[in-house]
């Protein structure tokens, strides 16, 4: 698995680096078919203050490209939010591509 963190209009600290990784590997538990992952912190400079730290993240796995972006105060709890979205995205994902009705079409032939 390709992981890229970058940072925009911030710097992507070793702390927060490490935090990004501990919260994405609950996606690739999920799901090990996962290639690619690049995810984008930002800070925007907008005048109210809540929702100005956003996370987007961009995952390619077999089959589909997924993307979930958040946008909170904190840029830790925008994290939360993001990898909640991104494993309800791969676990659909997931469910889509498994073939759920090989049992009853051993039944049909037997």
């Keep these: 698995m390709n ?3 970058s940072g925009h209009h911030l710097e992507v600290t070793p702390a927060l680096r490490s935090y990004v990784i501990t919260k994405l590997d609950r996606i690739t538990r999920h799901f090990d078919q996962v290639v690619d ?7 925007e400079k907008q005048k109210e203050k809540e929702k100005r730290q956003r996370a987007e993240c961009n995952i390619h796995v077999k089959g589909s ?3 979930a972006e958040s946008a909170h105060a904190d840029l830790y709890a925008a994290v939360d939010e993001l990898v909640d979205k991104m494993d309800r995205q791969v676990v659909r994902h997931k469910d889509r591509i498994q073939d759920h009705h090989s049992d009853a079409r051993r039944r049909m032939v037997a």
């Design 3 to 5: 992981l890229t963190i």
């Design 37 to 43: 992952v690049k995810v984008l912190l930002s800070v």
């Design 65 to 67: 490209d997924l993307f």
